[in-house]
């Protein structure tokens, strides 16, 4: 495999935002397998064989050197044929789920332009919705990829976690931590999937969906209304559907205990050169980073313990043929340049009572883009059990394909 030339692979870097400055690398792949013939980008917090990989932060670019090799998902993804032409922007350290990153810009989100893309995969997403790609690589931990999948009006996967290995990525709250992936077309998504899960079992049907009351509770009016007809998409694939409440205590004792343990995990990957190097961040970012390192232990302690039984509350619910139908986000993509407060905490928040669910717990899930609020995409997503990615891979296809 050999650097093909960046300039003439990726033409539209510059008008989209969406392609990191200073580290740029493109490599041809196989040229066979299932990916032949398509192109990729992967988020810079994937080492790419012979380029330093940046995090979303020119201190992370400056004190770190070239990677020896490619991470793994990057290699199966070359080894299947695709060529990769380019690295993409990320939130810094990729703490941040608007995509506006302090030092480098904000990627367009091609859905609207005045519009945040969402983070922290948010030059994946961008680049992947423009369509200047066939896919796009990305990591999830809080909603990374879920998040810009929605507001960029695309498909996008958090699989389970620790199904696609994450050698060569950065570590950020490592129990969390998922390789994900955007495309636009669903079969083109499926494919993808199916290389980087390295699973060719054949997909068992889901047969019946729970639809959280409580979620869908996160949503006004009306976007929720907005929903409705996805949600009649969903069910005509399926025998059964059935209202539940997921989090008896409130789906923001989810996110609470989700926060806790992440920031505790992000601390322990990245305090000590965050200590060292003393990097700048921007708003919202510099005060997550403050309060991760400041973790009461106890309090961790109860978070991991309350983890433990919303694990095995999920463990008991989604039985073979079962999954969630819920919000991927609460709304649309909020405007660019947007009050920090009101955008980095007040949404944010919000947003992680729905994104909490499947990190908690290790679980698949993928948003769809099956409906708009006015005219920005909202995404619906499905969540299955631990394990069944190919499962929900299927029936994301045939909903997708139109």
């Known amino acids: ?3 093909t030339d960046y300039a003439a692979a990726t033409p539209f870097a510059d008008s989209l935002n969406a392609y990191c400055p ?6 041809d792949g196989s040229g066979e397998g299932p990916l032949a013939g398509l192109t990729f980008a992967a988020k810079d917090v994937f080492d790419i064989e012979g380029a330093v990989t940046g995090n979303g932060h020119p201190d992370w670019l400056r004190t770190h050197d070239p990677a020896e090799r490619s991470a793994v998902a990057v290699e199966r993804l070359l080894a299947a044929g695709a060529d990769l032409v380019g690295k993409t922007i990320s939130d810094e350290l990729a703490y941040s789920l608007t995509g506006e990153n302090f030092h480098y810009g904000t990627p367009v989100n091609p859905a609207d332009p005045t519009r945040v893309p969402g983070g922290s995969s948010s030059g994946s ?3 992947a919705a423009a369509g200047v790609v066939d896919f796009a690589l990305g990591s999830d931990c809080g909603g990374s990829v879920r998040v810009p999948a929605s507001y960029c009006g695309i498909l996008g996967m ?3 976690h620790g199904r696609v290995p994450l050698d060569g990525a950065v570590p950020f709250a490592p129990s969390f931590d998922c390789a994900g992936w955007f495309a636009r077309d669903p079969g083109i998504f499926e494919r993808v999937g199916r290389v980087l899960l390295a699973d060719e079992t054949p997909a068992r049907p889901v047969m019946r969906i729970l639809y959280p009351s409580d979620a869908f509770a996160m949503l006004e009016d009306e976007p929720r209304a907005s929903l409705d007809e996805a949600i009649q998409r969903v069910e005509t694939r399926v025998v059964s559907a059935e209202k539940i409440v997921l989090a008896e205590e409130g789906l923001d004792t989810w996110s609470e205990t989700f926060r806790t343990i992440q920031a505790a995990e992000i601390w322990r990957s990245m305090g000590s050169w965050l200590t060292e190097v003393e990097p700048e961040f921007g708003p919202g ?3 997550r980073f403050a309060a991760a390192r ?4 106890a309090r961790l302690e109860r978070a991991k313990s309350h983890r433990r039984s919303i694990v095995s509350a999920l463990s008991g619910l989604l039985a073979p043929g079962t999954v969630l139908v819920l919000p991927t986000v609460p709304r649309g993509a909020p405007e660019r340049g947007g009050d920090a407060g009101e955008i980095e905490v007040t949404y944010r928040n919000k947003a992680m009572n729905l994104l909490s669910v499947a990190g908690l717990a290790g679980l698949p ?4 883009p099956l409906a708009r609020h006015g005219n920005l995409p909202l995404g619906l997503s499905i969540v299955g059990a631990r394990g069944s990615d190919v499962d ?3 029936l994301a296809s045939s909903l997708a394909s139109r």
């Open 1 to 3: 495999m050999t650097a």
């Open 22 to 27: 200073d580290n740029q690398i493109a490599v």
């Open 125 to 127: 997403a961008s680049v």
């Open 158 to 160: 958090r699989p389970t």
């Open 285 to 287: 970012v510099r005060e």
């Open 294 to 297: 400041t973790v009461d232990p």
């Open 365 to 368: 899930q993928i948003s769809l």
């Open 392 to 394: 929900l891979l299927a």
